[in-house]
């Protein structure tokens, strides 16, 4: 085991140093073949070279193998067939590599053969694995689902009580203010009752003394209004005799004033009469005047217009005729003077 282990940690270190040189795949396989074989006498099979490289699939390293079993096989009769050596050792040689051939071919078939085997209950464990992953996956997503569905709730839920929090916290906030105000109003009341009572006892104590200063007063008013009703009786009594005689001359008085109203009544109704006799009379006159007016005015007309025939005609010589034409408008003026 002590002489085992160190070939091992040397060939996974040679391996991975393989794996940075040779990104491909099959030339990796091909290198480990190499190194297995010639470096540390190791038999290459394909399970081992799956194991050491860890990439493609199973197929990978079984066709490198067969790869790598036939340029071996066609190098080593390439110097065989043109080595300089005897018939006998060429023989030997050739019988020596046919051996190594069948045994590597023997040992890569058996291994190609369990790694079959191999890959096949892998594969099996593999489907049933993956069975039980889609189931696993299945009932997992149906959870997540559940889980998914219960936490939008939730989160609407949540969303619903930090909004009914930040409700009850201004309503908080609120009535605490208010609860404030309402004891710093509590506060201010209870100074004003104090203040209100203290004024109260001092307006009580005013009180009781104008009430008594005013029962003094009003012992003392009864006194003087006593004394007062005594005269206004006496005066009242003096009235009632001075009204009834007042209402006896009064009814005197009456009596004449109707008979006096009477009187005036009938002077009354006889100056009416005589005032519209007068209107009827201050009428006609007013139409008189206003005809004699109208016939004063045709006069003035006519009398205008002679003085005016006169005044375009050629003088005369003195004598009666023209001057009793020029009296004559002079005698019907008269005469409308005298008419009216």
Known sequence: MTDVAPDEVRLAAEVERLKTEFPKTRELYREVCALLFFRFGITPTANRL?????RGS???PTAVL????AELREKSRVRVQHADLPE????AAGELLAALWTRA???????LEALRLEVEDVRHAAEAALAATRADLGRTEAALEQRTAALLTAQVRIQELEQAQAAAEATRG????ELERARKAGQERDVALAQARTDFAAELDKLRASAELAQTRLQAAEK???LEIERERTANARLQRDAEAAAQRASRSEESARAEIQALQTQLGDLRH?????????DTLRTTHEAQAREREVERQKGAAVAAAAARRPPRRAGRPADGAAARPLRAARKAGQKA
Not at 50 to 54: A, C, D, E, G, T
Not at 174 to 177: G, V
């Open 274 to 282: 005589k005032a519209g006799m007068l209107e009827g009379q201050l």
């Open 66 to 69: 067969l790869e790598f079993w």
């Open 58 to 60: 199973m197929s990978t």
């Open 174 to 177: 609120a009535l605490q203010d």
């Open 88 to 91: 006998e050792l060429q023989g």
């Open 105 to 111: 071919a023997a040992a890569a078939q058996a291994s």
């Open 224 to 226: 003087r209004a006593l």
């Open 50 to 54: 799956y194991q050491l490289v860890r």
